[in-house]
């Protein structure tokens, strides 16, 4: 082999190397993610569900794991455990969503147990009580997509919580029929949205900007679309539904009533009476308020 050829296939290796330790922000993927529970009932069974609605981040730099992070939003109202009858119940009587209406876990250290796990400290954020939390993350796939963007996938270790721990105490049936252990289990699917923001976050950076109009509010749009808006704790989020998929992102301020979404490269302008949904680049899609 010529010496040329040498020095060009080192050098290549060595950017190869440099590209994948350099940080990277993987947003998670709600719809190829999911987000499990199960709870003891009346000492003889278990009532399990899931969260239909999540999302966050996870910076991982692999050359300074202490500068790594996580973040994770889920929609309380989202839970789901087949029966409308008891979800109505675990929303308004456990959770009481519309006083704390987001589950929120924040990491304070990360750091790689192996080369297959990370190890995630934080402060789980659950019916307004904070309390510190440690998770594992196994990793089930770490990939370079077509877009030459990273992807990787988790398995949670499964873990317990007391809800009572939390303050979340009894509904309807009075909490001796309810366990107070709740089991938690995840598969989670990130990725580099980078490729697909198409210069979104260069053109719109965040501002400190005042808003006329709350981000607490629901629209419907003419072709079945469904759209809520959740504030909470200077957090602002979107909920979208259609007849065919739905998903859930954060979405930061960048002007007056004007918000980009962290998990795609879409622009959100809420009015008094409509709310304007905008792809980057492309012209806007109306949604009018819902009565």
């Known amino acids: 082999m010529k010496w040329q050829n040498v020095i060009i296939i ?3 290796l060595v950017m190869s190397a440099r590209v994948k330790a350099a940080p990277v922000a993987l947003h998670i993927d709600n719809t190829h993610s999911s987000i499990q529970f199960s709870v003891p009932f009346l000492a003889i069974s278990e009532v399990t569900g899931r969260f239909e609605r999540f999302c966050g981040n996870f910076v991982v730099d692999e050359t300074n794991m202490a500068s790594s992070r996580l973040e994770l939003f889920i929609d309380a109202s989202s839970i789901n455990t087949g029966l409308k009858i008891r979800d109505r119940d675990l929303v308004e009587k456990y959770l009481q969503t519309k006083t704390y209406p ?10 790689k147990a192996n080369a297959k796990q990370f190890e995630v400290t934080g402060d789980l954020k659950l019916h307004g009580v904070s309390k510190e939390l440690r998770i594992i993350l196994t990793v089930v796939g770490d990939i370079i997509n077509d877009e030459k963007a990273r992807e990787m996938g988790f398995k949670l270790q499964s873990f317990a919580l007391n809800r009572r721990d939390y303050g979340i105490l009894e509904g309807a049936m009075g909490s001796s029929s309810v366990g107070d252990t709740v089991t938690i289990s995840s598969v989670i699917r990130v990725r580099d949205v980078t490729p697909y923001r198409k210069g979104i976050d260069a053109q719109y950076p965040e ?19 469904h759209v809520v808006l959740i504030e909470d704790a200077g957090n602002y989020f979107l909920a979208f539904s259609d007849d065919e998929w739905s998903w859930f992102a954060q979405a930061k301020v960048v002007g007056l009533n004007l918000y980009k979404l962290m998990s795609f490269s879409r622009l959100v302008e809420v009015k008094a009476d409509a709310i304007t949904f905008t792809p980057f680049g492309e012209e806007a899609k109306l949604l009018i308020k819902e009565n």
């Open 10 to 12: 080192s050098l290549c």
């Open 207 to 225: 501002k400190n900007a005042a808003l006329t109009f709350p981000f607490s509010r629901s629209f419907h749009g003419k072709a079945g679309e």
């Open 102 to 111: 987001i589950i929120y876990f924040k990491s304070k250290t990360v750091r």
